[in-house]
């Protein structure tokens, strides 16, 4: 991972805080809280059960079309958004009290498995840059095609992967 991270530094500045945010092996909930000074609130923008795809499918290790919920939110502290962040999680891997408590709370992933005490590892697949959308612009409160920062993990839980989230920041913010 420090090699790859390494190489995204060779194209782009990275701060110790953007090094954090991209690497870290724990919810980013609580760093994202100490950088900005208040607590984090999630809003759920978009939540769907939907059929895998192959390559959602693959990261999950499922079958392809197999159900999974689809959830998309942001991230904000008491200024501002600060991630906008997707997640897969397969239906036939949710208990019971973890499945109701993703599709009905506007919180985040690493509070809510806190609260359920589901003790599990995070594991980076990558990350990367890209360049603001009108959309994310506009969510971020942003110039269209300022420079985003990407990371990509899976939660493992039970030694199979229970969510396979995606997470998106304004390399400016950090």
């Known amino acids: 991972m420090i090699a790859e991270l390494?190489?995204?530094a060779s194209r782009v500045k990275l701060s110790p805080v953007?090094?954090?945010?991209?690497?870290?092996?724990?919810?980013i909930t609580r760093i994202l809280e100490a950088l900005d000074g208040c607590e984090v609130r999630v809003e759920t923008v978009l939540q769907e059960v939907v059929k895998a795809t192959p390559e959602i499918a693959?990261?999950?290790?499922?079958?392809a079309r197999e159900e999974v919920n689809y959830r998309v939110v942001n991230l904000s502290s008491c200024r501002r958004t600060?991630?906008?962040a997707t997640s897969y999680?397969?239906?036939s891997r949710l208990e019971p009290r973890f499945k109701e408590a993703v599709m009905r709370a506007d919180k985040p992933i690493g509070k809510i498995m806190a609260e359920l005490e589901i003790e599990s590892r995070r594991e980076i697949l990558g990350?990367?840059?890209?360049?603001?959308s009108s959309q994310l612009?506009?969510?971020?409160?942003i110039a269209q095609g300022e420079l985003l920062l990407e990371r990509s993990y899976v939660i493992i839980y039970r030694r199979a992967p229970?969510?396979?989230?995606?997470?998106?920041?304004p390399h400016s913010f950090f």
């Open 162 to 169: 229970l969510l396979y989230i995606t997470e998106v920041f």
């Open 89 to 91: 999680a397969p239906l």
């Open 137 to 141: 612009a506009r969510i971020f409160g």
């Open 18 to 27: 953007h090094r954090i945010l991209l690497t870290t092996d724990g919810s």
């Open 6 to 8: 390494e190489k995204l």
């Open 127 to 132: 990350f990367s840059t890209l360049k603001a």
């Open 58 to 63: 693959g990261v999950l290790q499922i079958d």
């Open 82 to 84: 600060l991630v906008r």
